[in-house]
C-alpha cells in the first residue's frame, strides 16, 4: 500500500509539473486520502501533496480552499517553509498584512536564504504602513 500511494504521489508530481493541474489535483487528492486513513506517508510527502494541491486551488482564485490546504501542509510538516509563504502570499492579497507577515517570517526563520519570501514581506511591511498612514 505504502509503496503504490508513493507512486501515486509521484504521478501527481509529474502531472502538477507539466500543468496538467486537474489530473494533479485527483492525484493529490488519492494520495491525501490514502494518508489520512493509513497514517503511513511520509509528512513532507503530504505536506508536499498538501501544499501544491493548494497551488492549484490557488490558481483557479479558491483562496479559502488554498488556505485550508497549505495549513493542512504546515501541520504535517512545520520544517517546510514554501506552505508558510503560499500562505502568506494570500493573506497578503486578501489584505491581512499581519497574518501575511507572520507567514513571511515564518518562512524566513527556516530558510533565511528564501528571496521571493524577503521581498514579500517587505512589501507587506510597505503596504501595511501605507495602510496605516491612509487611516485604515
Known amino acids: 500500500m505504502a509503496e503504490d500511494n508513493s507512486e501515486v504521489f509521484q504521478y501527481a508530481s509529474v502531472e502538477f509539473n507539466k500543468q496538467n493541474f486537474k489530473q494533479a489535483e485527483e492525484l493529490y487528492t ?71 507577515k507572520s507567514d513571511f517570517l515564518q518562512a524566513l526563520k527556516l530558510n533565511p536564504d528564501f528571496e521571493d519570501a524577503k521581498v514579500s514581506l517587505q512589501q507587506t511591511l510597505a503596504d501595511q504602513k501605507h495602510k496605516i498612514s491612509r487611516g485604515y
Open 30 to 100: 488519492k494520495f491525501i486520502s490514502s494518508c489520512t486513513q493509513s497514517r503511513k506517508c511520509d509528512a513532507n510527502c503530504l505536506a508536499k501533496a498538501y501544499n501544491n494541491r493548494g497551488q492549484i486551488k490557488y490558481l483557479r482564485v479558491d483562496f479559502h480552499e488554498a488556505v485550508e490546504d497549505y495549513t493542512s501542509a504546515i501541520k504535517a510538516d512545520s520544517e517546510l517553509e514554501v506552505p508558510f509563504y503560499n500562505r502568506g502570499l494570500i493573506k497578503y492579497r486578501l489584505g491581512f498584512f499581519e497574518d501575511a
